[in-house]
């Protein structure tokens, strides 16, 4: 795979994917309508439609439905308005893979549902692709492995790939590549290195003291394959955001590697990104904001303070990753180990909310 956004500078963005699972699975949809000029494809597992979290009952209807789709049609039409999201015509030939699992206790099918009807005012059926026939729980499909289709209906914090990742027949990583990019090569074995990018150094904190507890942990893992090393800013850049998460760096790692995203992303010159949110007492611990305007006001478009952060890494690509700590398999490295203990990070700022 050869990229269409070479040479990328800090403030000029690359075109990428995306995609997520759960509240990262918003994050993701999130991150297609604000950047929807520079998404090439998406894919979005146990997610909710754009805008679900202004809904006055958001908490229930995005995980559990029905959703109100004329105010979500909506809030789409005003961020579009206020020029703080792409204009939605970028939507219509972009690829987007839908996931929802019939043992899914935490996010219902019906929201995944809704998804698919709001995607289709935007984007062309030929380009819509739905997966809800499958019997996995709140988790990522893949194709193999131990983990029975229909494992861990209700996600959680659990330390176990079966709450990451169903053997339901389907290779969910795939399919969004394939149907996003040309002459996808099959997965192979990643080269067992990881790349831990300080991606504070990119959160914006306007009128905040240093100390001011942001809703993003320190370090972004990143997964960039071999032949990519010298020059990652000339390959293809896959965005992947996880779900509501333990603290623990076990806990994320064990999402990071069992995706077959950085099997893909080593056959096909891609680098992945698996940016890591800590949560606040607003959103949820271990979430991505997909509802918190107390937080920010603008989380959902490409103002936001999580999503411009990432955006600003992959403008940045090069030079982050140059000065990336890199670690040999799942080993974590002291110096991110070291700053995990110093920050008290989960529910540290609930007195800001007392």
């Known amino acids: 795979m050869t ?3 070479s040479n990328a500078t800090l403030g000029a963005l690359p075109r990428l994917s ?3 699972q759960s509240a990262g699975g918003s994050m993701a949809i999130q991150h297609l309508f604000a950047f929807s000029s520079l998404v090439d494809g998406a894919a979005i597992a146990a997610g909710s439609p754009y805008g679900c979290g202004s809904l006055e009952d958001s908490d229930d209807s995005c995980m559990s439905g029905p959703t ?3 105010d979500l049609l909506n809030y ?3 961020r579009e308005l206020s020029r703080k999201i792409d204009l939605t015509d970028h939507l219509r030939r972009t690829p987007v893979v839908l996931y929802s699992g019939k043992s899914d206790k935490m996010v219902y099918k019906k929201v995944m549902l809704d998804t698919e009807r ?4 935007f984007v062309d059926a030929d380009k819509l692709v739905t997966e809800f026939n499958t019997w996995g729980g709140h988790v990522w499909p893949i194709d193999h492995g131990r983990c029975a289709c229909g494992t861990c209906p209700y996600g959680g914090f659990a330390l ?9 027949a389907l290779d969910l990583s795939g399919e969004l590549l394939r149907a996003t990019y040309p002459r996808v090569r ?3 074995r990643t080269n067992d290195r990881l790349y831990w990018i300080d ?3 990119y959160f914006p904190d306007p009128g905040k003291p240093p100390a001011f507890p942001r809703t993003v942990m320190q370090w972004m893992v990143a997964y960039v394959a071999t032949g990519c090393e010298s020059a990652p800013s000339t390959c293809r850049i896959h965005i992947n955001y996880h779900g509501c998460v333990a603290p623990s760096w076990p806990a994320r790692l064990n999402w990071v590697s069992h995706l077959d995203l950085n099997e893909y992303a080593e056959a096909n010159r891609m680098v992945v990104l698996y940016p890591q949110s800590q949560g606040s007492f607003n959103s949820g611990e271990g979430c991505w904001n997909w509802e918190a305007y107390a937080d920010d006001p603008d989380f959902d478009t490409r103002a936001g303070r999580q999503l411009g952060m990432v955006a600003q890494i992959t403008g940045d690509l090069d030079h982050a990753l140059a000065l990336a700590i890199v670690s040999a398999g799942l080993d974590i490295p002291p110096e991110v180990q070291e700053a995990h203990s110093n920050n008290t990070y989960f529910y540290s700022y609930s007195a800001d909310h007392q």
């Open 3 to 5: 990229s269409r956004a």
């Open 18 to 20: 995306v995609s997520g």
């Open 68 to 70: 109100h789709m004329p």
């Open 76 to 78: 789409v039409k005003k």
């Open 118 to 121: 709001q995607l289709k005012y």
């Open 160 to 168: 176990l790939e079966c709450c990451n990742v169903n053997n339901c």
């Open 186 to 188: 099959p997965r192979v």
């Open 199 to 201: 991606q504070w150094k």
